[in-house]
């Protein structure tokens, strides 16, 4: 394997760990699966729809979203929303987040060894 196959594999394994929490962070209000591509896009993170259902199917059998049919339009979308029990999580997972960030940025800007780049 070579370095950029090594490093497009971690960062992939990286941003792989991210998701769910990207994702919960902008369901407070209901959203549809592209208007929600378009969002986290917007917001600098991009998804491809192939990975975005599987995983709010996953989430709503998880009971973390709640989803409701709008089928007032031409075509009928399927909107998701955190439930009370994905607050709760989305909750946690933001603290869990901002601890192992803080944590990472001290030892990449410690000044000792290879994080000083």
Known sequence: ????ETIQSLTQELRRGTLVLSVLS??????????LVSILEEKGLS?????LYPL??????QEL???????NEARPR???????????????L??????LAEGV?????????????
Request: no cysteine.
């Open 1 to 4: 394997m070579d370095i950029q």
């Open 26 to 35: 902008q369901l407070s209000e209901p959203q549809y699966g592209y208007s």
């Open 47 to 51: 998804i491809d729809p192939g990975t």
């Open 56 to 61: 709010m199917r996953r989430l709503e059998k």
């Open 65 to 71: 979203l709640v989803s409701s049919w709008d089928t």
């Open 78 to 92: 399927k909107y998701y929303q955190l439930s009370e029990s994905g607050k709760q999580v989305y909750q946690h």
């Open 94 to 99: 933001r603290q869990e987040w901002a601890s």
């Open 105 to 117: 940025n001290r030892l990449m800007d410690g000044g000792e060894g290879y994080g000083a780049y």
